[in-house]
C-alpha cells in the first residue's frame, strides 16, 4: 500500500534550526502561508520580498526561501515600487509591521496607493512595536497598555486606532483588501485564500492587493500563546472585523480623458 503525502513543509519554508520569531508568535505561521500561496500559484521564482523593519526584518527573508530584501524603516512601499517598475514581470510584495507602514511609513504607503502601483503588501497588526519593547502604534487598541501608554492608550490624547485594510479599500487603485487571523485552523484558510487574492490582483496586472493580519505578541501583550488568542478573538476583533473589504477584477479608469 502506497502512502500519499496530504500535508507537509512548503519547499519555499526554509528548514531552520530553531524559530527567530518568539514562543506564540504568529509570524511564522504568515510566512508558512506565503511560502504555500508561492509555490501554488507558481511564481516563486519571479517572487521578490521586502522586509519592512521589525520583527518581520530578518524573520521573513529567513523563513521565506525567495528573492528578499529589507529596507529603511517604513520604506518598503517606494522600494518595491522600484523593483517593480525596473521588473515588471516580477511579483513583488511587502511584508510590514504596524509600526513599519502605519507609522513611520504612512505617508510612503499612502504615496504606493495614490500612484496606484501594482504590488501586494502583507500587513502585520500586532497593536505595537514588537522588536523594541512594546511600545504604542498607531494599532494600539483604545486602554490597551503598553510601554508608552503604561495606564491605556487614551484616545483623547493618541487618537483612536488605524483601520488600515478599510483605508486600502478606500483608495481607488486597491483591487483587493483584506483583514485575517491565523488564530484558528478555519482562520489560516480564509487567510490563506486572501493571501492568493491579493497575489492573483498582481499577476494578473489589476491593481494593490493587501492583506492585515491580526497576529499575536506574547511578551508584549503580557499573555501566554493561548490567551493572546481569545485576546484576538475578544479585542482585537472587536476593533477592528475580519473580512474582505474590497475584491474588483476591473479598476475604473472612466474618467480619464
Ligand atoms: C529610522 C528608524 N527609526 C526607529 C527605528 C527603531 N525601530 C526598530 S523596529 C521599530 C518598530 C517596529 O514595529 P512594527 O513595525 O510594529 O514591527 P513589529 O516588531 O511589531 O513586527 C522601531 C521603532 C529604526 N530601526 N529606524
Ligand atoms: S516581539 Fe512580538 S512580533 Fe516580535 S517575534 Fe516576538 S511575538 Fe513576534
Ligand atoms: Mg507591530
Redesign the pocket.
Known amino acids: 500500500m502506497s502512502l500519499e503525502m496530504i500535508y507537509g513543509t512548503p519547499s519555499l519554508k526554509t528548514q531552520m534550526p530553531r524559530s527567530?520569531?518568539?514562543p506564540?508568535?504568529?509570524?511564522g505561521t504568515i510566512a508558512r502561508i506565503l511560502a504555500e500561496v508561492m509555490q501554488e500559484l507558481e511564481f516563486d521564482g519571479r517572487a521578490i520580498g521586502l522586509a519592512g523593519v521589525?520583527?518581520s526584518f530578518a524573520?521573513m527573508p529567513l523563513n521565506l526561501d525567495v528573492d528578499f530584501t529589507s529596507c529603511p524603516h517604513g520604506r518598503a512601499p517606494a522600494m518595491a515600487t522600484a523593483m517593480k517598475r525596473i521588473h515588471p514581470e516580477a511579483v513583488v510584495f511587502t511584508v510590514q509591521?504596524d509600526g513599519d507602514l502605519g507609522a513611520i511609513g504612512l505617508g510612503c504607503f499612502m504615496n504606493a496607493l495614490l500612484r496606484g502601483e501594482k504590488l501586494t503588501t502583507i500587513f502585520?497588526n500586532?497593536a505595537?512595536y514588537?522588536?523594541t519593547g512594546?511600545q504604542m502604534a498607531p494599532t494600539t487598541l483604545p486602554g490597551m497598555r503598553t510601554t508608552t501608554s503604561p495606564t491605556g492608550r487614551d484616545p483623547q490624547n493618541s487618537g483612536f486606532p488605524l483601520h488600515a485594510a478599510e483605508l486600502a479599500a478606500f483608495m481607488p487603485s486597491v483591487a483587493y483588501a483584506a483583514r485575517v487571523t491565523v488564530h484558528t485552523p478555519a482562520n489560516f484558510q480564509k487567510a490563506k485564500k486572501a493571501v492568493t487574492a491579493a497575489f492573483q490582483k498582481q499577476i494578473d496586472g489589476t491593481g494593490y492587493g493587501f492583506v492585515e493580519f491580526l497576529?499575536?505578541?506574547?511578551?508584549?501583550w503580557g499573555l501566554t500563546p493561548t490567551k493572546c488568542l481569545t485576546f484576538i478573538s475578544e479585542r482585537m476583533m472587536a476593533e477592528y472585523p475580519l473580512g474582505v473589504f474590497k475584491d474588483v477584477d476591473h479598476l475604473d479608469y472612466s474618467k480619464v480623458p
Request: proline share 9%.
Open positions: 527567530v520569531f518568539c506564540g508568535c504568529h509570524y521589525g520583527c524573520g509591521g502585520l500586532n505595537n514588537g522588536t512594546g497576529s499575536a505578541c506574547p511578551p508584549n
